[in-house]
């Protein structure tokens, strides 16, 4: 089983602060990460697919980059509906797939 | 727009079995490529694959899970079905049914809203 660790568990920002996610694989999973949002109470949303494709309607500050075992999430210039939790997703064995443990960005 | 609504018991208690529907409307189980599949998330902890089906018939299982469940369609109700026997504590969760784009460079593109499943005598 491909097994995913997210960094840091916990990111404290400020409104206006970059934020980078790292999502990190225990073996090569090409550029077959996704990432989502969940807010508290709330289904999650996908943000991005195949590392780097921004999904319908996401803001242009979310961005994805990385392939192999090494991903990350940068989210520019944080907003107040940004402080979620966000969780990587590898499909490089879908339909079987994993998620991390998430990452927390709170003020 | 698509839209998923699960139902089923918030209770079911120990050594039961876990029924959960999802009603699918504004699109057809039928679509190809989408999968269609069930997800769950502990209170305060993460998301759980639990497994999928696609075409009404083709299934995949968690590893750790496929002893226990079972995941069907009714392509004529436009409804899919998870069935998770045995259950404990440890199932007790916020379970969401999903549509999946089907394909590795694809994502999750649409979530219900999630149903929670208590597990208590």
């Known amino acids: 089983e491909i097994v995913l660790t997210q960094s840091p568990a916990t990111l404290s920002l400020s409104p206006g602060d970059t934020a980078t996610l790292s999502c990190r694989a225990s073996q090569n999973v090409k550029t077959y990460i996704a990432w989502y949002q969940q807010k508290v109470g709330q289904a999650p949303r996908l943000l991005i697919s195949d590392a780097s494709n921004r999904a319908t309607g996401v803001p242009a500050r979310f961005s994805g980059s990385g392939s192999g075992t090494d991903f990350t999430l940068t989210i520019s210039s944080l907003q107040p509906e940004d402080f979620a939790v966000y969780y990587c997703?590898?499909?490089?064995?879908?339909?079987?797939?994993?998620f991390g443990p998430g990452t927390k960005v709170d003020v | 727009q698509l839209k998923l609504q699960e139902s089923g018991p918030g209770l079911v208690k120990p050594s039961g079995t876990l029924s959960l529907i999802c009603t699918v409307s504004g699109g057809s189980l039928s679509n190809s490529p989408d999968y269609w599949g069930w997800m769950r998330q502990p209170p305060g902890k993460g998301l759980e694959w639990i497994g999928s089906?696609?075409?009404?018939?083709?299934?995949y299982y968690n590893a750790t899970l496929k002893n226990r469940i079972s995941i069907s369609a009714d392509t004529s109700k436009n409804q899919f079905f998870l069935e998770m026997i045995s259950v404990t504590a440890a199932d007790t969760a916020v379970y969401f049914c999903v549509k999946d784009e089907g394909m590795a460079v694809t994502g999750i593109d649409f979530w219900g809203q999630g149903t929670l499943v208590s597990v208590s005598s």
């Open positions: 997703q590898q499909r490089s064995s879908w339909p079987i797939f994993t």
């Open positions: 089906i696609y075409n009404a018939a083709n299934t």
